[in-house]
């Protein structure tokens, strides 16, 4: 059956069996994923999938289904699940199925060009990317240690019965390539990066010659002595700590007592330096959209504005919890996922002075450009974390040695709090998580 017949056939069925509203959202992904080692295809993907979820109101409980099939069987079965799934819901909080808002921004976050590149032309950046790398000229570099191109395009269609008709689509393309140097005993890893919607700003040059001075430049990287340092936390590194505690700041976190957040809307929790955006209409935004996942229109909004907390992230249930109106944040991982709440471009708005600036200003200090193992060393309840990281020292301040096999331990709260300046350099890296480099003033590190 066709989709938007099926759907206008599934609303109908539901409302006359007794369900009181309805909603339908439907997703559409295809993607494309290939790799390569030797100068040759290793791996290669291509996927498409479409499916269809129903959420409904039954007797005042919310009710869920999904499906990937659109024939008439299928919506008997999403309404009877619909049905089933509310009559076992014992949370007594108030949900909602949206009517809609006035009007809703232009977001374009679709490059119809991208769609029209080929795979052969895909494949031929993949080899060529592989190819500059291993022909830089310096025979320290011994080989790729993974070469990935991939590309994907969705779309995202809501329809309720109270009328509301919403549609979005997005494309993106990703490159990567990591590289392994040699020299004696020593080995290390580089690596360069590109996300465009345009494919020819992709360049395999750009990206091989990334992988290969970070390789390099790492291959005496050793540890500094344990002690404190001033710090700045890089634009490469910051995105993945934000990510990891953007929970706190999310209002459904926070009424489930999981977030230091809770009822601090209007305190100074950061320093006056600090502004935290949540921007789902940043063009070019990974996450830019012009509604979410409920059919909310989407807004700007600082979190944080000059040290302050203005606001949590809210979707209709939290908000309605809290007494306010939704921010907009209401989220869904794919269409048979329930409704959560996550933030949209999440960014640290940048300040007026670059990295080579601040580590002038700074004069002795480390750069972190990464840190791993969050999962198991950083806890988004309390704050607390104990990370293995990377980066190079500071001295008489311009960039020093390379550094790594140390551990850098704080507190998220209290970082935001001693942050002594956030730099210019904005970068979204590898997702919709972005920051400036920043000076986070002195944390404990232990080295040798």
Known sequence: MEKNVFIEKLLKAALEDGIEAAEVYTSDHDSFRAMS??????????SSRSGLSLR??????????S?????????AMLIRAVIESAELVEDDAVQEIYHGDESYPQVDNYAPSLDEVTEEQKL???????????????????QVQRNMISTSSSAVHIVNS???????????AVAYISVIARDGERVSTGMGLACDRDFSKISPKKMADEAVEEALFNLNA?????????????????PDLLATFSDIFSADQAQQGMSLLAGREGET???????LMDDPHLKGGEASSPFDAEGVATQVKAVIENGRLTTLLHNLKTARKAGVRSTGNASKYGYASPITVEPSNFYFKPGKRTLEEMMASIGEGLVITEMSGMHAGANPVSGDFSLLSKGYTIENGRKGRAVEQITVAGNFYTMLKNIREVGSDLE?????YGSPSVDVGEMTVAGK
């Open 67 to 75: 499906t990937e099939a659109y024939d008439d069987d299928a919506i």
């Open 124 to 142: 031929k950046l993949l080899l060529e990317t592989e190819k500059c790398a291993m022909n830089s000229g310096d025979p320290r570099i011994k």
């Open 222 to 238: 050793a540890p500094v002595p344990s002690g404190t340092y001033r710090l700045i936390i890089d634009k490469h590194c910051m």
């Open 428 to 432: 979204f890296f590898r997702s919709s």
């Open 162 to 172: 109270y009328g509301l008709d919403l549609s979005s689509r997005d494309n993106m």
């Open 269 to 275: 929790i950061a320093a006056e330096c600090v502004t």
């Open 56 to 65: 409904g109101l039954y007797h005042g409980k919310m009710g869920y289904a």
């Open 37 to 46: 080692t030797t100068g040759e295809i290793t791996d290669y993907a291509v």
